[in-house]
């Protein structure tokens, strides 16, 4: 899955709620410029493999309004959305 959403400009929402991660090797760069992407609904099934999947920077909300960070400082980039959570998480 790499670079499977990179440099989707336009991209806003994305439902990847019955995507299967689990047989993944990597998913390097796979939201990478997608900067106006603000909704990810995910799946049970759904686990971030890695850690240069790039999601947008900025606080991510899950559903019930807990926050959760993707940041970049420098060449480290880290994100502490859940994985295997079902949830939509929105960018504010």
């Known amino acids: 899955m790499n670079e499977m959403f990179s440099w989707c400009k336009?991209?806003?929402?994305?439902?990847?709620?019955?995507f299967d991660t689990k047989n993944l090797i990597s998913m390097n760069d796979m939201f990478g410029a997608s900067d106006h992407l603000n909704s990810i609904t995910l799946g049970a099934n759904f686990a971030f493999i890695g850690s240069d999947y790039y999601l947008?920077?900025?606080t991510w909300y899950s559903?019930?309004?807990t926050p959760y960070e993707s940041s970049l400082?420098?060449?480290?980039?880290?994100?502490?959305?859940p994985s295997n959570k079902a949830d939509t998480y929105t960018r504010r």
């Open 63 to 65: 559903s019930d309004g």
């Open 56 to 58: 947008p920077t900025g």
């Open 10 to 18: 336009n991209l806003i929402r994305l439902d990847l709620s019955n």
């Open 73 to 81: 400082n420098g060449n480290i980039y880290s994100c502490n959305i």
